[in-house]
């Protein structure tokens, strides 16, 4: 049987219909997460002063796990959204949707839905400016969001060079955990500021502003679609190559604990002890944080001499978060800060491949999957 | 049992919750056609030049009759939208959109279908300039349109004035009668083109900007939804009613044509002659104007002292649409052009209610019936 294509296959095909390369006014959203919209290009009375556009859809079936309450479905809808234009360091400014609402949904619901949109959206600063509903089999939402750039730098996702360091903000492959748990039914395992990690992403609006007001990174992109997905798209645009090492990855302790909990469990497990339990886990983790998506962190690439210009940044990010924390705290929210970025790797040139550096059991340099989240090829 | 919410129930909701009215720096599109983004609240140094948004979703089971090409559908796809802009005298400029793709859609099915949506875009002058796809029980696609307004008179659905004109462009009930004719599977007694006012909406785009600049217009919507619908609208949001003359409505022949044989075919109706059967047909084709949608005309009111400018208007409308129509022409499309405007009616302070004058057997004025396409209605 042939293979069904795949999501790139038919942006490639889209990508060629509308020719979105090398348009002068606009720059097409084909290999970065917005579209952007040259103001200067519209008049020449304004500044050379950016929009930038992304669209997304979520589902029930696809996107939302059991589980979720409908305001973190609202909130999702939003977030999922934002994180394209944070991977640009574009500040939101505006939200429009489209939902399907499933036939039971009632008055109650929709505002339910609705208030965990507009908390979302107001919390990054901007503003639900429409919408449209139609009864739908799911319920399901594509949302569009709207942000500009301060600054005349956009950062694409083409720029890494060789030699550059490979970072991400926050913790990798919590989202998978809590999806493991909300799927294996032993929420009680978790706790549930855990496993909002995955139900109640954070877009993280704020770094990727600061980030690019910094003028010191290359590249960047979400990790949305799962870590090793993300470094192979730098990859293939900015044309250099990657390695990784494992042991390098942010883990967040109650990831660990929860995995370690679960592997203690297991009847076949039961001859590990302490320290090989802890390995495994961190095996599993390291495997969640490559090829699970849900994360919604920040995947960027720097001169190594911009090192300490980043570590300033984030210095004045955790200095800010009070304030920036404040609402959110109030929609029930914690762990997102302080948030650190990490150095995992670095951008070479001399491979054909994107390598993992592994030292748990004996050192040696594997080929990074090329695996990650991808709805197309998920049976629903 | 309790009635299911309707669309503007669920609208009301959300409203409320993402607090459209009276922001100061967006308008919503609660209750006009596209969201508008003032660039002057953006930065001090733009000048007052908006910005308008759009989304709207199509699905395969209620927005495409059987027998439409995937090129159509692309078409429709991205018209819908233009519609909205149009109606707003706002130029396109972009388009992203959000596709689900059946799991048979081939990668052919795929170009014809984005061909379709890249033809239309570009006729009216935009680009797409963004889309995220996946896989979806039926073809769906949400758009979202971004226009400017070239002046600052920005034309809203609530201004219309006691007095006005009444008035619409091109043809009514047109795509009503197509879709009859493709609903009954009689497609030989239309021409291709005929059945195009249902298959390949055309958006008012050049007439709603050219309306626009002239400044005569007190307030503009198009008939997406029906006319019964778009009149109740601007009666709602402008706090006028308005009389209808239902002889005044711009039939189309083709559509009198074809409805009169339909009639002539059924046996109860063979002891009808000529002129009954042609007056039967036009009262069949006054109700298909009135309440069922897919004309995608402009509705609009206008002081009377203004009807020589709209007038005017239109005269420098068809004086150019030659050039408007090379582009279209090549896409096999034909009937647009000329585009007359009628006025079918005045707006009127005094009664509490839209009334419609009947003629055909006596003369009568009837409340005009609150319906028209509302797909949250429409058992799928």
Redesign the interface.
Known sequence: MKD??T?K???R??S???Q?KN?P??????FDD??V?K?AS??Q???A?S?T?????V?ES?DFPKGMTLWQKGWMSAAVNLSDLAAMGSKP??F???A??P?S???ED??EF??G??ECVSFFGA???????????EL?I?G?V?G?LENKNVIYRKNAKPGDFLCVTGHTGSAGVALSVLLNRIPESASDAFLKNLTEPFPRIYEGMMLAKSGAVNSMIDTSDGLASSVYELSALSGVFFEIDEQKLPLEPEALEIVSTRLKRKTEMNELNEDQTAQEARLILIHESLYTGGDYELLFTIPPEKLSVIEEVFRKINENAAAQLKTYSSAGKSGRYPCKFTVIGKAIAEKENVNIRQTTYEEQRLPLLKRGYN??TKD?
């Open positions: 069904r294509p999501e296959d038919f942006i095909v889209f060629r219909v509308f979105l348009k006014l606009l720059f097409g959203s084909e917005c579209a919209l103001l519209l008049s009375n304004l500044l002063e929009l556009f992304s669209t997304d859809t589902r696809t400014v505006a429009l949707f489209s399907g609402l036939r949904f009632t008055l929709a505002e609705a208030r949109i507009q503003e639900v400016i429409g919408g449209d509903t139609e009864y739908n089999e399901s594509t569009t709207i500009i709805s197309f629903i």
